[in-house]
């Protein structure tokens, strides 16, 4: 058996006594999972594409399983790397979504994704959340330790870039998750209420703005409405957000068994946006409430230990990536049962999807990295001077 | 800079938190608090927020799982496409004469899957071309349109293998019901039609009942008795040729039960094909005057002055009336009627007899208004009929219930009423004073009401009366030997949409046997004319033979026992003429 020693000094041993185990395990283990439901629920689209059945288990182990070394490896290298890795990998993924408007793949009204020497596609606007992060709290930090506050314009101006570049695709949910988190990090970095406050009210006007000018937001937004308030339940039409919440309701507690549910053949992306749904449906209410456990304790442990951070970087970045972590999951989980109009967001770690899963990888290895409990202050160079 | 000089002075090892506790106490009341402490307080509210939102998700969701609500996406599912047969099959009253089935039939589609990137639309359309007789260009544009493109119904075995043939990958094959209706358009105005879907929309009659009352029996047997719903819709449509009628609708109703054995509106249509043609081309062939119109019947409706008047005991019917009064209130010219009578005085009997109008509008006087109203009321003809069909239409009431539009209603118009409602008040009348309650389904033999609208004596006295109307009256031709036919005719002039009146409207209410009435017969022709051997355009030349000939074909068939004599019945009439 593998033993590590604690008085071994080397990048592995020291990673192993500093990281948070019980995080990087909680998330093996989510993804885990996440393989056993895509058991259940990737018959139904390998049929859709007439491929075989196993195809979507066989895909997703793998990317599980580059994720995970992906994620271990990020965490083993010390926390400077993370502001290279995500400076360079942020620019790559600019690069890749400006590739997307230019040579991309499009698939439901939106073009995304880039074909890779024609074998796997990628979104490079995954691989753009964590990086943005990272980078915005560095300059957050920044403007802190150097009482400058232009330095917090930055995210801002990065922020407007990388959010244009989404509204180009069109990704609305990325743009608005990203945006939730953006408004987190200033939230934690301390700004002011009486900033804050406003804050809320131009998102609210925005909502507004996007309901009346794009006809896809609102006919989502028209149709969770609907389900909600009722009005005319015949004449509507069978809305991804109604058979969600069917999935859900033919679950009920037990769930109606691993490969026996039906509902989710009416779901058009069960495997990706409406996995929970799927999974209620399978293995029902017992089941969800796990895990909506299982992604709260990941989100409260990953809070508690930035907040213990006493580097005001790590802390920042830290609970920057947990809580773009935690809102995927939530936003994922409200549009499931239809709390929120429908959005396409996955759920970390258990939704089917290349991209999603690496940059889950690389957003959770930054996370492990910047938590480790070394001494850090060794490391901002910038406090040297 | 002074906290950043803070942090240079510690070194591995120090107690941070001690220094971090003495630079906050010298900066208490400065903005600039320590901003790792500021981020580790809102970092503890963004954690609560997290707990929040779960334990909501939470909530949300065991109430979901707990407490299911219909589940809504399968009734979307079209019904034509459930394997189990969705709809029943209808039979009339005898259960052998079918009047609707439901058959498994293919339907080919072009679907679009996401797969089918490099679907090839042009190939498609000119492969498919020849099997489905249609233009390559056509199609091209249909098969363009949508990622489901349906590209034929009902296809036979043949053709299915064809279109496989036809080397296009991306057609699929579905199993449909679809509703077949054997007769065709016999009693196409109850059975009304379906649509593909089995949905409301667009579908009417007892399917449209079907579907919003979600029926699934295996079997349903309505009271309709094909047989005689073929000899009245054959009657009816002969006698829109023979009368050069625009329109013609009858009904055939039970009269002590409600059942309603046939009804017929013509032009009428095919449901089979009904839906290849627009609403608006098919209106007329559509439109169920008996349930949907509301129609002043004119003269019929003076059973109803009589009886309200008999049951009032405000008259009796040896009381006599001067039929040469000029009653002008409120009018420019006398009342007249349609036949001037050569006596003077007639007595109430008489009056119905020679349907006088102007011994009718005395008679409304005597009973008085606000009695007219109720007694009309109760008949049902001011209200709404309920059976087992949506497009009942409404009675058309009088703007101003005043004593000019009681007259006119006294003699029938002014006063629009549907037929349907019509026929079952005129079954109250002669059924012995019952109310009774038309339906399409067959009723038990115990069936009874007892709901009152006049006394049986009075009932009896109206069967006498109406028995003379056709014995020596108007409706002599409607006559049928041995079943003592009793009836009214009406020959009431059609208001027109832009005022006044134009053509008319003939009717003929009876029932049969008279002195024990099993069964009421209404027919109605609209703008017949009269010519060659029928001299004249009233409902003495058109309505009522034609009721004759409907009650002489059906009366054997619905085992009616032949009686020669009225007598039984002339003994209790009050009447000494």
Not at chain 1, 228 to 243: E, V, Y
Request: proline fraction near 4%; charged fraction near 20%; aromatic fraction near 12%.
């Amino acid at each position: 058996m593998l033993r590590i020693s604690r008085t071994n000094t080397g990048p592995v041993g020291e990673w192993w006594f500093t990281v948070d185990r019980y995080m990087l395990f909680g998330i093996i283990f989510l993804g885990l999972s996440g393989l056993f439901f895509s058991l259940a629920v990737s018959p139904v689209e390998a049929g859709h594409l007439k491929a075989n059945q196993y195809y979507f288990l066989i895909k997703q182990s793998v990317f599980l399983l580059i994720s995970v070394a992906l994620m271990i490896t990020i965490s083993i290298l010390p926390k400077e790397f993370t502001r290279k890795i995500s400076l360079i990998l942020f620019i790559f993924s600019l690069l890749g979504v400006l590739l997307t408007l230019i040579i991309g793949l499009s698939s439901g009204g939106a073009s995304r994704w880039i074909s890779v020497f024609g074998i796997i596609t990628i979104q490079p606007s995954e691989f753009l959340k964590p990086c943005l992060i990272i980078l915005s709290a560095w300059f957050f930090a920044r403007s802190k330790e150097e009482q400058n506050s232009k330095y917090s314009l930055v995210p801002g101006l990065l922020f407007v870039l990388v959010a244009t570049l989404l509204m180009l695709q069109p990704d609305l949910g990325q743009t608005i998750l990203l945006f939730i988190t953006i408004l987190c990090l200033v939230f934690v970095q301390g700004f002011p209420w009486l900033i804050i406050a406003p804050a809320g009210l131009v998102s609210m006007i925005s909502i507004i703005f996007f309901y009346f000018n794009f006809p896809h937001f609102a006919s989502r937004l028209d149709s969770w409405i609907e389900i909600w308030f009722g009005g005319g339940a015949a004449n509507s039409k069978l809305t991804q957000t109604q058979a969600a919440i069917d999935a859900i309701e033919n679950g009920q507690i037990f769930g109606k068994g691993i490969g026996e549910s039906w509902v989710k053949y009416h779901l058009p992306d069960a495997y990706t946006d409406f996995v929970f749904a799927a999974i209620a449906e399978e293995s029902g209410l017992i089941v969800t409430i796990s895990l909506m456990i299982l992604y709260l304790i990941l989100i409260m442990r990953g809070l508690i230990r930035s907040m213990n951070q006493n580097n005001f970087f790590n802390q920042l970045a830290s609970s920057g990536l947990i809580i773009l972590f935690g809102l995927q999951a939530l936003i994922h989980i409200a549009v499931n049962l239809s709390l929120i109009p429908a959005k396409g967001m996955t759920l970390p770690f258990i939704s089917y999807g290349g991209s999603s899963l690496l940059a889950m990888g690389i957003t959770m290895g930054m996370f492990l990295a910047l938590t480790k409990k070394t001494n850090d202050f060794k490391t901002p160079d910038k406090l040297k001077n | 800079m002074s906290k950043s000089k803070a942090y240079n002075k510690i070194i591995v090892g120090d107690d941070i938190q001690h220094l971090l506790i003495n630079d906050q106490k010298t900066n208490k009341y400065s903005l600039s608090k320590e901003p790792i402490t500021i981020g580790k307080e809102r970092l503890k509210i963004a954690l609560y927020f997290f707990v929040f939102f779960f334990a909501v998700f939470s909530i949300r969701n065991t109430f979901l799982s707990v407490f299911p609500g219909d589940v809504i996406s399968e009734p979307k599912l079209s019904l034509a496409l459930s394997t189990k047969k969705p709809l029943p099959d209808i039979y009339d009253r005898t259960g052998k004469n079918l009047l609707v089935t439901t058959f498994k039939t293919t339907r080919a589609a072009v679907v679009k899957r996401s797969s089918f990137n490099n679907f090839d639309v042009h190939k498609a359309a000119n492969k498919l071309s020849p099997y489905l007789k249609e233009e390559p260009k056509e199609l091209l544009e249909r098969l363009s349109s949508g990622k489901y493109v349906e590209i034929a119904n009902d296809i036979s075995e043949k053709q299915q293998y064809d279109i496989l043939n036809s080397g296009v990958a991306e057609v699929e094959f579905h199993k449909v019901w679809r509703r077949v209706y054997p007769s065709k358009s016999l009693a196409s105005h109850i059975l009304g039609h379906s649509n593909r879907d089995f949905n409301q929309k667009s579908s009417s009659g007892f399917e449209r009942w079907l579907y919003k009352n979600e029926i699934k029996n295996n079997k349903i047997n309505l009271s309709i008795n094909l047989n005689v719903q073929n000899h009245l819709e054959n009657i009816l449509e002969n006698a829109i040729a023979k009368y050069e009628a625009e329109a013609s609708f009858g009904i055939v109703l039970n009269a002590k039960n409600g059942e309603i054995l046939a009804l017929a509106s013509f032009p009428n249509f095919d449901p089979n094909t009904v839906n290849n043609y627009s609403q608006s081309k098919t209106a007329n062939q559509r439109f169920n005057r008996v349930i949907q119109g509301s129609y002043e019947l004119g003269s019929v409706m003076k059973i109803f002055t009589l009886a309200m008047a008999l049951e009032e005991e405000r008259i009796n019917l040896s009381d006599e009336f001067d039929v040469w009064k000029c009653i002008n209130k409120s009018r420019k010219k006398c009342l007249s009627d349609y036949r001037k009578s050569k006596v003077q005085y007639l007595n109430a009997a008489q009056c119905l007899i020679n349907s006088s109008n102007i011994c009718m509008a005395q008679i409304a006087h005597i009973v008085g208004l606000e009695t007219q109203k109720r007694f009309l009321s109760e008949t049902g003809l001011l209200d709404e009929q309920f059976i087992e069909l949506y497009e009942m239409g409404k009675p058309s009431l009088p703007e101003k219930w005043n004593e000019l539009s009681m007259e006119q209603i006294s003699f029938g118009q002014g006063l629009g009423v549907v037929p349907l409602s019509f026929a079952s008040a005129v079954a109250a009348v002669v059924n012995g004073g019952y109310l009774i309650e038309p339906t399409l389904y067959p009723r038990d033999k115990s069936y009874k009401t007892n709901a009152k609208l006049i006394t049986s004596d009075v009932s009896e006295s109206m069967r006498y009366v109406m028995r003379e109307v056709v014995k020596n009256g108007s409706g002599k031709k409607a006559d049928v030997d041995g079943y003592n036919v009793i009836g009214k005719t009406g020959t009431a002039d059609k208001p027109c949409i832009t005022g006044g009146y134009c053509g008319r409207m003939t009717s003929f209410v009876g029932a049969f046997p008279g002195n024990d009435p099993e069964y009421v017969v209404l027919v109605s022709l609209d703008n017949p004319k009269g010519k060659k051997d029928v001299r004249g355009s009233s409902a003495y030349w058109n309505a009522a033979p034609a009721a004759g000939e409907i009650i002489r074909l059906i009366a054997p068939q619905l085992n009616i026992p032949i009686q020669n004599n009225f007598s039984i019945f002339q003994e209790h009439a009050r009447v000494d003429n």
